[in-house]
């Protein structure tokens, strides 16, 4: 049995008075990968932000559980973590009082033995959780803000251009992260612009070209989607 864990229903959303996302659907199942790929602008941090409830739709729906978010934002908010682009966390704080800091923030108590568990499965080395965050690589900032949305134990990650900036070895232990958690029941709906990375993780593609679906992939019989398809389409769409 699959069921639909989130859903666009022909949305279109504006920005100011320019309709940025038009008339999109897709629909992402539980325990899939679903990406989102596009170009710089396409629109894909705005669908992210609509389905958080932070930008309103001029029409279509953005659904959770089969829950309109603009109608249920509270059912909706406990359901879903979010790594946005450029994930803030505090320099002078070391990983773990960044952890502690924002999961106060956000009411969620975990013990030390969770934090270190999930900073086990993010593979951040053991000698850099006390140090300040301002001595941190880019990847190991990375890992940091993802351990974060993981400790929210939501069943829905939203992960935007989360492989940007990484380096290979970084995007491999991302990708393998990504894929054991989505076998473990997680549904995770990532936006990015790599066309490879995309590949490598997602059982779905939507291809988005200035706020227009403009194609989709699906991987069968546990097979990979192809990343010279992908790719073609994407670059024969970026220049039509
Ligand atoms: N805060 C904003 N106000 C108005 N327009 C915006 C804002 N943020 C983004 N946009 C516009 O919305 C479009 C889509 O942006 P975005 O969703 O950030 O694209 P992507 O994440 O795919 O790069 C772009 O044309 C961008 O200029
Ligand atoms: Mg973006």
């Keep these: 049995m699959t069921r639909t864990v989130v859903e666009a229903r022909n949305l279109t959303v504006s920005r100011g008075q320019t309709p940025v996302l038009s008339d999109i659907s897709f629909e992402v199942q539980e325990g899939e990968v679903f990406a989102l790929l596009g170009g710089n602008g396409a629109g894909k941090s705005t669908s992210l932000l609509t389905f958080l409830g932070l930008l309103e739709p001029t029409s279509g729906e953005a659904l959770v559980f089969g829950k309109s978010v603009q109608n249920d934002i509270a059912s909706v908010r406990g359901k879903i973590a979010y790594l946005p682009e450029a994930a803030t966390l505090y320099p002078h704080l070391s990983a773990y009082e960044n952890v502690d800091y924002f999961l106060s923030l956000a009411g969620i108590g975990r013990s030390r033995a969770d934090v270190e568990e999930v900073f086990d499965r993010v593979s951040l080395q053991q000698e850099a959780r006390d140090q300040h965050m301002e001595r941190y690589s880019k990847g190991m900032r990375q890992k940091t803000a993802i351990a974060l949305a993981l400790l929210r134990e939501t069943p829905i990650l939203f992960l935007d251009e989360p492989t940007s900036g990484l380096d290979p070895v970084a995007i491999d232990e991302f990708n393998r992260l990504v894929t054991n958690l989505a076998k473990a029941g997680t549904t995770i709906v990532m936006v990015t612009h790599d066309v490879y990375g995309a590949c490598q993780v997602a059982h779905k593609i939507a291809l988005l070209r ?17 990343t010279e398809t992908v790719h073609a389409a994407f670059a024969e769409r970026a220049v039509a």
């Design 210 to 226: 200035r706020g227009t679906l403009v194609g989709s992939f699906e991987a069968k019989n546990g097979e990979r989607i192809d």
